[in-house]
């Protein structure tokens, strides 16, 4: 028998077993392999810090190449490299970066008698804790021993860092954790307050913010560990605490791509919410008077609870293509308290009972103002009306059918798109005028602890701006010396005088805010880990590279794009640190960037162009949660570029034999008899 070295992980079948699917495998020593790994095994499999290199060298050469010249307009340059390229480049390395990059592939062996620790922050560059060197028990002794001090301050950093989410009432946490009473290092508390807490542990982690918390784990510790319990507990009694937990998962997994899991755990969490709402509703009948603090106080969060359902699966929705979750129709019939504020919400244990605000009839319609304590009910108002502009443009905007009628005509006072800016207008002007950006600053906010509001409140207006006027500019401007409507289905009426010029100025000022908002923020430490915000950055990025290597359709007076592509892109790109999402947008825009220099380059022979002819790219950009299409997108450029040039060298070959000369060619393929361009002959169709 040769000798073979048996390699196993501790576990059973060993690695030779497993390739010859052998049966009944008998372990000897326990060996595992080597630190050294052949450079055959290597190329075999490539790590996934290998694969993310790939993305490096792709920001790399994009920080170098962002703003370059493209044809008279000097556009922005994103060069859109293949996973190949990258490669190749890399094989063509020096010796010494090459042997760095090796060490950093090999292999590590597993330490089976390690404990999982927590992460440490004296390590200078720690490595994750695998959730398969975490126990369940260990995990729950983690959290039912966490401080008081601990459990505030990550409950805080998650409510700010999530606008959307600010469910959670922490003294009703405390409380759970027994901490309320000042008890310390408890060593068991309910498991709904347990899966809670590490839904929420789990989502401020992803944050990045470590360093402030030594005693706690990775992100994935807690995920794995919330999940495991949510699967354990889907039969049990529906409680509210679960629903908020399966809402915070939710919105992890679909930051992640797992869109799936992320419609499963958001329809989970409103269905518990409305049995909930059911149980609570045929327990009190008719009885006002019955209304005891306890429900008092269970109503309060469950408002809260059902617009954080309503929040998550309007994304979720959005990314899933799938049916409402949770209409508003439906939220607005149920027997709901408005939201509220957030000093309210804080005190409501001790507070008297909340006496419920004027029914709405619609988004904005209430008769109260906002300040900014209401900011969780402003965001959520918000995101209806963002959530209607999103729908509006799934469902194919001007191109649905009957849209470019002139009733349905953006300036008509009876069409879609009217209706949703007037909503949109309506809940701008409820809010106090200290929340309205760029009379304040976020600074100012930051100072008094409201940034993040601030700067949530003011993304969802001018996003929504720019989803609505967007949607009537066209994706390739031929020849278009201003701004003067679609080019696609084109509309049946005229617009009145100065309409295409004034939504031009809204459009792109709004762009130049998201910009500033952004940098702002990020100077001011006012830090969003929200999808929400990494989109706003995406379509303010885009809208910054069109006007630029467009600039006549604002007129020229977007002198500042290029910076303020830079700020948007800059900030992306920090944000797919944080979240898989951003790598798709991030791979959408360098599409652009790469069709829009092509086109410049080539304006006079791309002139029937449109949108039909790159469907994946323009369906990409209006993409809440957007994976990679970026091979799809290269192929529909490329599909493209070889159309034209097939033209040509269809003349080209023509003169050589003889068939046509050059004066022909050029009369007969570019202009007609009236002395207009004429691409009929040029481009069939």
């Given at each position: 028998k040769a000798k073979v070295k048996c390699l196993h992980q501790g576990k059973s079948p060993c690695e030779r077993c497993i390739k010859t699917n052998s049966q009944g495998c008998a372990l000897t020593e326990t060996r595992v392999r080597s630190a050294t790994v052949s450079r055959k095994q290597q190329k075999r499999k490539r790590p996934t810090a290998a694969i993310n290199k790939d993305i490096d060298d792709v920001d790399r050469n994009d920080d170098n190449n962002n703003v370059g010249d493209s044809g008279n307009n000097g556009g922005i340059n994103l060069t859109c490299r293949t996973h190949s390229d990258a490669v190749s480049e890399r094989r063509n390395e020096g010796t010494a970066d090459g042997s760095s990059a090796k060490r950093q592939r090999q292999v590590q062996p597993h330490d089976h008698t390690s404990r999982a620790r927590p992460h440490s922050v004296s390590s200078s560059s720690p490595s994750p804790v695998s959730e398969k060197a975490v126990t369940t028990a260990q995990v729950e002794i983690h959290l039912s021993s966490l401080k008081t001090s601990t459990i505030v301050q990550v409950v805080k950093g998650f409510t700010s860092r999530y606008p959307e989410l600010a469910m959670i009432h922490l003294p009703t946490l405390l409380k759970g954790f027994g901490a309320s009473q000042?008890?310390?290092?408890?060593k068991s508390c309910q498991q709904e307050y347990r899966v809670l807490m590490a839904a929420i542990l789990a989502a401020y982690m992803a944050s990045g913010d470590r360093a402030s918390h030594n005693e706690l784990y990775e992100r994935s510790v807690y995920e794995s560990y919330a999940e495991k319990l949510l699967s354990n507990m889907a039969f049990t009694s529906p409680h509210m605490l679960v629903a908020q937990a399966l809402l915070i998962i939710a919105l992890l997994k679909g930051s992640s791509f797992d869109l799936h899991k992320a419609w499963m755990y958001c329809g989970s969490a409103i269905r518990t919410m409305q049995f909930c709402y059911g149980a609570r509703h045929a327990s009190l009948g008719n009885d006002s008077q019955a209304i005891s603090w306890a429900e008092r106080h269970a109503r309060v969060i469950e408002s809260r609870t059902f617009w954080s359902c309503f929040n998550v699966s309007s994304m979720i929705d959005l990314g899933t293509l799938a049916q409402p979750l949770l209409p508003f129709e439906e939220l607005e019939r149920m027997d709901l308290l408005h939201p509220l504020n957030n000093f309210e919400f804080a005190l409501s244990m001790d507070s008297p009972a909340p006496v419920p605000r004027i029914a709405a009839s619609g988004p904005g319609t209430e008769v109260h103002s906002?300040?900014?304590?209401?900011?969780?009910?402003?965001i959520s108002r918000g995101i209806v009306v963002w959530s209607q502009a999103m729908t509006f443009i799934r469902n194919d905007g001007r191109r649905a059918p009957g849209m470019c009628r002139e009733e349905n005509c953006p300036w008509s006072p009876t069409s879609l798109w009217s209706s949703i800016s007037d909503n949109l207008e309506r809940w701008r002007v409820r809010q106090h005028p200290a929340l309205h950006y760029p009379t304040q600053s976020v600074a100012a906010h930051s100072a008094v602890g409201n940034g993040e509001t601030f700067l949530f409140v003011n993304i969802i207006y001018y996003l929504s701006v720019i989803l609505l006027h967007r949607e009537y500019f066209p994706f390739l401007p031929v020849n278009e010396s201003e701004p003067r409507g679609p080019i696609e289905y084109q509309l049946e009426a005229q617009a009145p005088p100065g309409w295409w010029h004034s939504s031009a100025c809204q459009l792109f000022n709004a762009t130049s805010s998201v910009a500033h908002l952004l940098q702002e923020s990020s100077e001011c430490g006012v830090l969003l880990n929200s999808p929400f915000t990494g989109f706003c950055a995406f379509i303010g990025a885009y809208?910054?590279?069109?006007?630029?290597?467009?600039?006549?359709?604002?007129?020229?007076q977007s002198t500042n794009s290029k910076?303020?592509?830079?700020?948007?892109?800059?900030y992306l790109k920090e944000f797919?640190?944080?979240?898989?999402?951003g790598e798709g947008w991030i791979k959408t825009i360098q599409s652009a960037s790469l069709l829009y220099n092509r086109f410049n380059a080539n304006d006079r022979r791309?002139?029937?162009k449109s949108s039909q002819d790159f469907?994946?790219?323009h369906q990409s950009i209006h993409e809440f949660f957007g994976p990679d299409k970026s091979q799809q997108h290269l192929q529909e450029i490329?599909?493209?570029s070889a159309t034209l040039l097939d033209a040509i060298d269809t003349c080209l070959v023509g003169m050589d034999q003889g068939t046509i000369d050059q004066p022909t060619m050029f009369n007969s393929l570019f202009f007609n008899l009236s002395g207009e361009f004429d691409t009929h002959h040029f481009w069939p169709s």
């Open positions: 000042g008890v310390q290092g408890q906002w300040n900014v304590s209401d900011g969780f009910e402003i809208m910054n590279l069109y006007v630029t290597q467009f600039p006549q359709m604002n007129l020229g910076h303020e592509f830079e700020l948007c892109y800059t797919r640190k944080t979240w898989l999402l791309w002139m029937t469907s994946t790219l490329n599909r493209a």
